[in-house]
């Protein structure tokens, strides 16, 4: 296996591989001179932190023998664990040379996960060309991009290989965006209760945080429970989410005896399991970019309606008082009010009184007409222009930061129906653009200036995603909206994870009626690309507090712990439970899945069944064929040695803090 990046997602990338699969790993690093320059404001603490990583992925323990050579000191360091380690090159640039010095042409997949694109593609391109056989995935924050270029990597190690069997060249290409992989669990921290959403080829699946209804009792499973929640996540004196907190941590796909016995704690349920529906296609209004529905305001749709009931009035008044057809009556109404009918000499005199109050109203109509002309026309000038967050906005989301990830988080945000207010220091930011489209209130400038969060209506909104890039600026919104509005539910992300942690904790005990979690973006984006390259596709991650449970599509076929097997009996606590059956040998958006729990009773996995399985990171691994590392051996990736595998990514790296009322 060969990485290559430039940040902390390929570090943690390789310990994945390394740790979770017990695969040989070559990691491509930038040398130190050519590392991309972090921002000024960042702490460096961050830089230190970056650098232990690097230190934890290349350790090595016992007298010269590789990591993983055994498992506490019954071992002898000699086996297959000693040829199972990670080597890190560090080279300037990608070439034909450095990828074959790395063992480009025997290598099994090599992934790609600089920060720029064009370096990624750049280096595929060439992977390709010296290997068509080499399984590629690639970080892309370009979705359109990425699928195009898929293709096109696929179709050339078609034609590189002529006479092999297409079904059984695996050189498959996955592009794959940290950003999208985090952004649903980002956006989750800002709705009340928890909610997370797994899609699966049609499938959505609900997952929902629960506590118990009372002392001493057990929360509803609703289908089932994916995850028990730390003990100490009330305590701000507690580890919540780590190996320290010992038996009352977090237990990731717990048995029915343990949970049944884990009384007054906190549960991860899946609430639902439907159908993704299908989309519509907008009509010729809803697919234009111009806001039809905002033309008018407020008073002037009062007004408009004014106008219309005193129409109205004065049509009825002359069917009552001339005895006229209403139609005929309304139509005479309308010719007086645009003073074009002809005088009413010689009529009766209700009908010369309504004339003259016909002509009163035609006079008020005019500077409605006006004022409607000159909101429309400001209206379609502003079309392409940030708006202003109105003056009685509330229950809002503000989102600091518009990069990679807060652009995602904004665009899932928008697709919940939930209202977002922006706030962006640079006035050239990739997601203004989308902003703009989506016309979300945007505000342009330093959130850590007087003045900035309060022009975002922070006092009245529901919660705040601190998602810039630097670790002080998101401190100090945070700090400073706390300040504001002390009930507010705030999630910020942090780079320097004993930062986060000291953060965190001091927030949790000024606050000890609020719960706090962290969550981080390259470990939740990790598993995903280690599975990828593992050739599995990763439908998701959910967090659960420090640790994650992953949603993966596998085929049953020659899978001995799946196959012959029924669906309550391939359940192994602890590590893996199927949610959903479908077919297998088709595309994964056609093969029908259907919940576990729809199965007919006693039905039996065979070589035609697709399934979707939760499963902690090590139980993946299982599932691949792979043997994790023991427990008790030491990690390149946790170097504290994480008992269950899963807690191992969650304190390196960019790390975001949750605290939630």
Known sequence: ????????????????????????VTLLVPSPGDTPDRPVARTGRAMALFGRVTAAVTRTTGAGGPVGSGAGGGGDGRGAGQSRTVRVVET????????????????????????????????????????????????????RLGQHLATLLDQAAAVAEPGLDPDKLDAATTVFSDADTAAP??????????????????????????????????????????????????????????????????????????????????????ETVSYEATARTPGWLGASALPVGSLFSRRLRWSLAGVVAAVVALALASTLTTGDHPLHAAYLILLDVFAIGEPAHGEPTSRQLLQILAG???????????????????????????????????????????GKVGTRVLARLRQMNIPV??????????????????????????????????????????????????DITNLEAALHARSISPGLRVALRLYDDDFATAVYRTLRAVHPGALTRSRSVSHLSAPAFAGAMMGRQVLGALPVERRVLL??????ADHPLLEGRTVAEAFRPGAWRIIARGDAGVPPDRCGYRPAWELPTGHVLGPGDRVVVAATRRGLAELHGRRPRQPGAPTTGDPTGDPTGDAAGARTGETAGETVR
């Open 1 to 24: 296996m060969i990485v290559c990046g430039d940040d902390v997602l390929a570090h943690r990338l390789a310990a994945e591989l390394h740790e979770m699969y017990g695969e040989r």
């Open 92 to 143: 300037a640039e990608i070439d034909d040379a450095v990828l074959l010095d790395a063992g480009v042409e025997q290598a099994a997949a090599l992934a790609l996960v600089y920060d720029d694109d064009e370096r990624n593609i750049r280096a595929a391109l060439t992977a390709r060309r010296l290997n068509p056989r080499l399984r590629l995935v690639i970080r892309l924050y370009n979705r």
């Open 185 to 270: 669990s980002l956006a989750a921290t800002a709705v009340a209760g928890t909610r997370k959403v797994i899609q699966a080829g049609g499938l959505l699946l609900h997952a929902v945080d629960r506590t118990p209804p009372a002392r001493g009792r057990i929360a509803d499973p609703g289908l089932c429970t994916l995850a028990l929640l730390s003990a100490t996540a009330s305590d701000p004196a507690g580890c919540e989410g780590s190996e320290g907190s010992g038996d009352q941590s977090p237990r990731l796909l717990p048995g029915d005896a343990e949970v049944a016995a884990a009384t007054g704690r906190g549960i991860v349920a899946l």
């Open 360 to 402: 009163f109203v035609g006079l008020l109509l005019l500077p409605v007409v006006i004022a409607a002309l000159l909101e429309a026309l400001g209206t379609f000038r502003s079309a392409t222009t940030l708006r202003r967050p109105p003056r009685g906005l509330s229950g809002h989301v503000v989102l600091l930061g518009l």
């Open 421 to 470: 207010v922006c706030v962006e220091a640079d006035p050239e930011a990739r997601g203004l653009a989308l902003a703009r489209r989506l016309r979300v209130p945007t505000v342009i400038g330093d959130v850590t200036e007087e003045g900035v969060l309060e022009a975002a209506r922070i006092h009245r909104a529901r919660a705040l995603l601190a998602l810039t890039s630097v």
């Open 551 to 556: 949603f993966a599509a596998l085929d049953v």
